[in-house]
T-cell receptor, first 110, second 112 residues
C-alpha cells in the first residue's frame, strides 16, 4: 500500500514568511508532484520531479520553489508567503499510471 | 499545453438515478484519462481510468467512455448511492507517470 504523508494538515503563516511544506513517500517512486487545489479551479500543478535533484516547473510555479535531496522527500517552498497563496496543497507520487495523493496541507496566509 | 474542461460544475441527482460528467481535452497526444473521487476532507483517489486504445471501460456501477475524434470522455455512474456524493475530477496525461492536467471538478450530490 502506497503511503504519502505531508508534514502538516493545517498551517497558518504571516505574509512574508518563508514556508516549507514537506512530502514523504515510502514506495521508492521516482515521480513526485505538488499541486494546489482551489474551488472551481481543480488541481493545478506547481512543480514536479522525476528524480533526485531534478525539478520541473508546472503550470503555476511563480512564488514557489522545490527541493528534492532524497528520493522519498519532496519539499515545496514559499519564499515569501502572500495571501493569494492561501490554499490546499496536495503532494502526489505515481506508481504505474495512478497518482497517489497525500492528505493535503491547508495553508492560510494572513 | 493541454487544457481540460469539465461539466457540469455541480450535479444533484436522486438516489438510484444515473449521473454523467463530461470532460473535453485539447491535446490530441493525450493518451491516458483517469477519474478521481475526492470525498469531503479526504485526498483524491483513483476510481477508474481509460487509455486511448479503448473506447469504453466499466467497473461495477462506474463506466468511462472515450471519443478520441471529438476529444472528450465521460464518467457514468448508475444506481447512485449517497456515498457517491463527492467531488469528481477528470484528468488527461500524455505519458506514463507524467504530470496530469486536471479538470476543475464536479461536485456530485446524491439526494436520498
Amino acid at each position: 500500500d502506497v503511503k504519502v504523508t505531508q508534514s502538516s494538515r493545517y498551517l497558518v503563516k504571516r505574509t512574508g514568511e518563508k514556508v516549507f511544506l514537506e512530502c514523504v513517500q515510502d514506495m521508492d517512486h521516482e515521480n513526485m508532484f505538488w499541486y494546489r487545489q482551489d474551488p472551481g479551479l481543480g488541481l493545478r500543478l506547481i512543480y514536479f520531479s522525476y528524480d533526485v535533484k531534478m525539478k520541473e516547473k508546472g503550470d503555476i510555479p511563480e512564488g514557489y520553489s522545490v527541493s528534492r535531496e532524497k528520493k522519498e522527500r519532496f519539499s515545496l517552498i514559499l519564499e515569501s508567503a502572500s495571501t493569494n497563496q492561501t490554499s490546499m496543497y496536495l503532494c502526489a507520487t505515481t506508481a504505474s499510471y495512478e497518482q497517489y495523493f497525500g492528505p493535503g496541507t491547508r495553508l492560510t496566509v494572513t | 499545453g493541454e487544457n481540460v474542461e469539465q461539466h457540469p460544475s455541480t450535479l444533484s441527482v436522486q438516489e438510484g438515478d444515473s449521473a454523467v460528467i463530461k470532460c473535453t481535452y485539447s491535446d490530441s497526444a493525450s493518451n491516458y484519462f483517469p477519474w478521481y473521487k475526492q470525498e469531503l476532507g479526504k485526498r483524491p483517489q483513483l476510481i477508474i481510468d481509460i487509455r486511448s486504445n479503448v473506447g469504453e471501460k466499466k467497473d461495477q456501477r462506474i463506466a468511462v467512455t472515450l471519443n478520441k475524434t471529438a476529444k472528450h470522455f465521460s464518467l457514468h455512474i448508475t444506481e447512485t448511492q449517497p456515498e457517491d456524493s463527492a467531488v469528481y475530477f477528470c484528468a488527461a496525461s500524455k505519458q506514463y507517470g507524467q504530470n496530469f492536467v486536471f479538470g476543475p471538478g464536479t461536485r456530485l450530490s446524491v439526494l436520498p
